[in-house]
């Protein structure tokens, strides 16, 4: 168990749709990461949030979203589905954001659009 | 363009044999590297870090070696045992100097272990 909670395990919606998944950092940690994994793209690294300022970008559509709060949780929002939105969503943190810091990942959220 | 790549999609061994898992990258501005691992249905979890200015780097049962002259990474896991099945992902992050690095990830490894 990394420490990293993520939530809802699973989430089936249809195209269109907007969806908001939610990560709770490890305790102590100030940096948040989004990651997506899809069989065809692997692990793509989205947005990081660094004590609720946004430190770097990936590769996020502009459907997408997130923010972290003041108590650390982040959330990412999905908008517009696709059925190519389709994929498992990770967070990971790590403590300060900084560059050769292990981050720890959550257990993910399975995101099926129909 | 910037990316990280793993020669083999799986690899099978024999419980107890040696494995290694090897990884190609491009951009020689990425000088960290990171071994995950991930079983199914859950995260990556870390496995081992080396940073570039190291050639070799050891964990326990693990040994991750890099040779920035042909931009090549691989992982070793020494008396592989079953549990040790799983993908295993090499990522790579470029060092801004600063709090920014994306990690790059390779594809993935699927390593089976045969008792």
């Known amino acids: 168990d990394s420490g990293v909670t993520q939530t809802p395990k699973h989430l089936i919606t249809a195209t269109g749709q907007r969806v908001t998944l939610r990560c709770s950092p490890r305790s102590g940690d100030l940096s948040v990461y989004w990651y997506q994994q899809s069989l065809d793209q692997g692990l793509q690294f989205l947005i990081q949030y660094y004590n609720g300022e946004e430190r770097a970008k990936g590769n996020i559509l502009e459907r997408f979203s997130a923010q972290q709060f003041p108590d650390l949780h982040s959330e990412l929002n999905l908008s517009s589905l696709e059925l190519g939105d389709s994929a498992l969503y990770f967070c990971a943190s790590s403590v300060q954001g900084q560059t050769k810091e292990t981050q720890y990942f959550g257990p993910g959220t399975r995101l099926l659009v129909l | 363009g910037e990316s990280v790549g793993l020669h083999l999609p799986t690899l099978s061994v024999q419980e107890g044999d040696n494995s290694i898992i090897n990884c190609a990258y491009s951009?020689?501005?990425?000088?960290?590297f990171i071994w995950y691992k991930q079983e199914s249905g859950k995260g990556p979890q870390f496995i081992i870090d080396?940073?570039?200015?190291?050639d070799k780097r050891q964990g326990q049962r693990v040994t991750v070696l890099l040779n920035k002259t042909v931009k090549h990474l691989s992982l070793q896991i020494a008396a592989t045992q079953p549990g040790d099945s799983a993908v295993y992902f090499c990522a790579g992050r470029m060092d801004y100097g600063g709090s920014q690095g994306n990690l790059i990830f390779g594809k993935g490894t699927k390593l089976s272990v045969k008792p």
């Open positions: 951009n020689s501005a990425s000088d960290y």
């Open positions: 080396i940073r570039s200015n190291m």
